[in-house]
Each structure stands twice: as structure tokens, then as C-alpha cells.
């Protein structure tokens, strides 16, 4: 009865050190923000010196890994409709999501596309009132001025994920925002779908 | 003759001042906020969206039909070092406002820079032709009136879209005028003047080219895109959009975004221009006692010579 116990309590410990090495493993995987913004620069960078030989297609592809490991585009496509979001049906929402991070990641595969010696540049790191995190980079264009990148990033989860990238005091995320409600305002949902994917054609055929 | 042509000129100067000046103070009595881009309702920050869409389109067919094919052919027979010269001579000439306004803003330090820039690049640059003064380490700032209008307080007005010049705001067109006025450029007669222009919108052709390829409403795009731009500049790249501005926390999964900006942060940018004139004149101050400590040092020096004698 006592030999069983014992046994029993062997096995528990072993359940119980098994399952915590797990855990921490786990835990150790998570990348920090600035971990998460680097990896998806390296991958942008690699894509870039292989651009020629990958072509659209085979950029759109390493890229769509990329972003999606990096990005909350579901979160991101919310946002820049604004209070629009509320008024689309599930389906709807579901569409514009789908065709936002289809032009995300063409609008990537098409900017991105070949390597002149461009190289990023960490600078510093910072978090904000909300629990996000701002990670300042700069892309450093030889012959050219820099470009002061600045990643805004929330938790998604576990994971920090890209949600806005601005550019030299540009954001991605307000300038989409304020075309996305005025087509919407003006023209409605259909015509917003229909403009988004006239840019992936067009991404795409370049 | 030569002075009744001078005096002409002054009086035309002065004319589009006084008209630029009711522009301007029409344009502040209009609307009271400072655009943060995207984050204001649109009515607010561009309330002549019609008329600002139609220029805007004439602008689009002038610049497609008339300017592009000059630029094009300007492209074509200059080597890209003459239009990097040429950029670099009039960028140059513009470092004189840009010290100027430093010196408005109370950006004493900044100006020095700026002037040293001016000064390395019209000697050892060759008049400015070679832009020697950043491989030097002195980085070129953009400084301009608009910029200083923004940090006395002065709110920016609706924005604008003018025929041919392009985007602009209420605050920005007397601005203008005084970026023109306080440039050497504007003093050397038309051909050169044209010349400024061409290799200013040559080399503005990659970012045409980005909003053609990127903008789903190019108007919008533009818009959003210099507003932004003109806030980065006077905030000196402490914008708001770090700050999260833009409200990306959703407030429930019941298919509800709060997106807006309340009422309180609308005025935000106000209180902040305030600050920032007041930290300009408090700087200033500073600066005034640093001088007269140094020149009290000195005549402390300055006397105790004939004694040490």
C-alpha cells in the first residue's frame, strides 16, 4: 500500500516538474515587444535581398508569416473604420478584415521589394499610460536621410503584436482611419471593399 | 526708375501681406482647434472640404498635364548630382529662415547649429552647391513661420487646398508668404525662382507616386498626410500619436470602438501650444541670464587686467 503511495507520489512530482518546465518554457518564448518589432525588421530585410528572386508572390507569402507573427491586423482593420465597425454586419466584418490584411501584406510585398544596403536602427524603448509599448526605430537608407520609425504595440494575449507604424510623424493607423470612415461615410461598404481590392490588383500586377 | 520699381515691389509685398494677414484672421475666427489629424471630426479641421476636393482635383489634372511632362523632361537632361546641387543651393538659401525662425522659437542652440550649417555649406560648400555641413554632423532642421506661429499659440485655421501652390492651412498662408519674403531666392529674378520650383517638385516625384499607388482616396490621403506631417514639425516629433491619441482600446466585445477623441482632448492641443510658448519665452529667459553672466564674467576679467599690470 505504501510502495503504491510512494509510487503515486513519484509520479505526481514527475506530472508536476514536467508540466512546469513546460510553463517556464512557455513563458520563455514569449517575445518582448522590441524582440517582436526586430524579428519582423530581420524578416522584412531578408525578403528584401531575396526580393528579385522570390517575386511578388513569394514575397506576399514570407511576408503574410511575417506580419501575421507580428500584427493584430484583425484589431487594426477595427480601428480604422472607427465607429463604422459597429454598423457592419458579422460577415461584413469578417470581409473587411480579410481583404484589410490582404492589402497590408500586397502593400509590403510590393514597397519592399529590393535591397540597397537599407538596414534598421534601434533606438529606445518606451510604455505607455495604457500598458502598450512604443519601440523608435530609424531605417537607415544609405545616401538618404533616415526614417524614424516608431512601433506602437498592445498585447494580444500573451503576445505583443504591431498595431500602428509611424513614419516620420505619419501614422499608418490615423491616415488609414481617416480615409477608411470617409469612403465609408461617402460611398458605403461596398465601394471601401471594392477600392481595397483594386489596390491589391494593382500591387500585385507591378 | 530703379527706386520706383523697388517701391512697387514693397507695396505689392505689403498688399499681399494685409490680404494674407485678413486671410489668416478670417481662418483663425473659423475654427479654434489644431488638427491632429485623424483623430478630430473632418467638418472641424476642413470645413471647405468641397471647394478644398475641387482645387484639389484641378491641382491633380495641372500637375499631371502641365508640371509632370516638364518635370519629366527636366529629369530626363539633368544628371541626378546637378538636381542634388541645385536642391542643395536652394536648400541652403532656405537655412537663412530657418535660422531666423529658430531664433523666434527661442531655439538658441538649434540656431547656432543652423547658422554654423549655412555658413560651412556657403563657404566650403561652394555656395551651397555641397551639402558638407551634414557629413559634418550638423543635421538640417526645417524651421519655418508656420512653425513659429504654432508655438506663439496661434491656432492653425481650417485647412486649405490653394490653385497650384497646393495644402496649406489658415495659419500656414501668412506663413507662407513670410517663408517666400525671408528666402534670398525670392530676390533673384523669375528664371531662377522656376528652376527652385522644378527641382523642388522632381524631387517631390516619389512621394506623387505614393499616394497614387497607396492613397484609396488621394484627397484624404494628402490631407490626413500633411496635417500630420506640419504637426510633427512643430511638435518637434512630440506628437500626440505616441501619446495614443487615437483610442485603439475597445470598450467591449458588444461590437462597440470607441474611436473618437472626447471633447477635453480636443483642446488639448491648444493648452499645449500655450505651454510651449511659455517654455519659448522661459527659455528665452535663460538664455538672457546665461549672457549676462558671461558678459559680467568677462568685464570681471577685463578688470582685474590693469591691476594684475
Known amino acids: 500500500m505504501f510502495h503504491i503511495l510512494k509510487n503515486k507520489s513519484i509520479a505526481t512530482f514527475v506530472c508536476l516538474f514536467l508540466l512546469s518546465i513546460c510553463f517556464s518554457n512557455a513563458h520563455a518564448q514569449e517575445e518582448t515587444a522590441k524582440q517582436v518589432v526586430e524579428s519582423f525588421q530581420t524578416e522584412l530585410i531578408s525578403v528584401m535581398k531575396q526580393g528579385k528572386e522570390l517575386g511578388f508572390k513569394g514575397r506576399y507569402d514570407k511576408l503574410s508569416v511575417a506580419i501575421a507573427k507580428s500584427h493584430d491586423l484583425t484589431k487594426i482593420a477595427r480601428v480604422v473604420v472607427g465607429k463604422e465597425w459597429a454598423k457592419l454586419s458579422e460577415e461584413q466584418q469578417q470581409k473587411l478584415v480579410d481583404v484589410f490584411s490582404q492589402l497590408s501584406i500586397a502593400s509590403y510585398a510590393y514597397n519592399f521589394k529590393s535591397f540597397s544596403g537599407e538596414s534598421f536602427k534601434f533606438a529606445s524603448e518606451e510604455e505607455t499610460m495604457r500598458g502598450g509599448a512604443v519601440i523608435h526605430a530609424y531605417l537607415l537608407i544609405p545616401g538618404d536621410k533616415d526614417v524614424k520609425f516608431d512601433y506602437m504595440l498592445k498585447k494580444k494575449g500573451e503576445s505583443w503584436r504591431i498595431i500602428n507604424i509611424i513614419a516620420n510623424g505619419v501614422s499608418d493607423l490615423a491616415l488609414k482611419r481617416s480615409e477608411y470612415t470617409s469612403i465609408l461615410e461617402r460611398d458605403g461598404f461596398e465601394a471601401l471593399i471594392t477600392k481595397i481590392n483594386e489596390k491589391i490588383d494593382n500591387y500585385s500586377k507591378q | ?309
Not at chain 2, 491633380?60 to 544628371?79: C, H, Q, R
Not at chain 2, 510658448?277 to 587686467?305: C, I, P
Open chain 2, 1 to 309: 526708375m530703379y527706386y520706383t520699381a523697388k517701391k512697387n515691389k514693397f507695396l505689392k509685398v505689403c498688399s499681399i501681406l494685409c490680404c494674407s494677414t485678413a486671410l489668416f484672421l478670417t481662418g483663425c475666427a473659423t475654427t479654434g482647434t489644431t488638427a491632429t489629424s485623424g483623430t478630430a471630426k473632418t467638418s472641424e479641421v476642413d470645413p471647405y472640404e468641397d471647394f478644398n476636393r475641387n482645387m484639389f482635383s484641378f491641382n491633380k489634372a495641372l500637375d499631371d498635364y502641365v508640371a509632370n511632362p516638364i518635370v519629366d523632361a527636366y529629369s530626363w537632361v539633368t544628371p541626378s548630382f546637378v538636381q542634388t546641387g541645385i536642391g542643395n543651393f536652394f536648400s541652403n538659401l532656405k537655412d537663412v529662415n530657418v535660422v531666423l525662425n529658430d531664433l523666434m522659437q527661442a531655439k538658441f542652440m538649434q540656431g547656432g547649429e543652423d547658422f554654423g550649417r549655412f555658413l560651412l555649406n556657403s563657404s566650403i560648400g561652394l555656395g551651397g552647391l555641397f551639402d558638407i555641413a551634414t557629413d559634418a554632423g550638423l543635421v538640417k532642421h526645417e524651421e519655418d513661420f508656420d512653425q513659429t506661429f504654432a508655438t506663439w499659440g496661434i491656432p492653425q485655421g481650417p485647412y486649405l487646398v490653394l490653385p497650384v501652390l497646393g495644402p496649406t492651412t489658415g495659419r500656414g498662408i501668412p506663413g507662407g508668404i513670410l517663408d517666400v519674403a525671408a528666402n534670398p531666392a525670392s530676390y533673384v529674378g523669375k528664371p531662377i525662382q522656376m528652376l527652385a520650383l522644378l527641382n523642388e517638385r522632381a524631387n517631390a516625384d516619389s512621394s506623387i507616386k505614393i499616394v497614387d499607388e497607396a492613397a484609396l482616396d488621394p484627397y484624404v490621403f494628402t490631407r490626413e498626410g500633411f496635417l500630420q506631417r506640419r504637426n510633427h514639425l512643430i511638435t518637434d516629433g512630440k506628437s500626440d500619436l505616441l501619446e495614443e491619441s487615437l483610442d485603439t482600446d475597445e470598450t467591449s466585445d458588444k461590437k462597440k470602438v470607441t474611436v473618437t477623441l472626447d471633447s477635453s482632448n480636443k483642446k488639448e492641443p491648444n493648452k499645449k501650444e500655450f505651454k510651449q510658448a511659455v517654455d519659448g519665452f522661459t527659455e528665452t529667459e535663460k538664455s538672457f541670464n546665461a549672457t549676462s553672466q558671461v558678459l559680467k564674467a568677462a568685464s570681471e576679467k577685463l578688470e582685474k587686467l590693469p591691476k594684475s599690470k
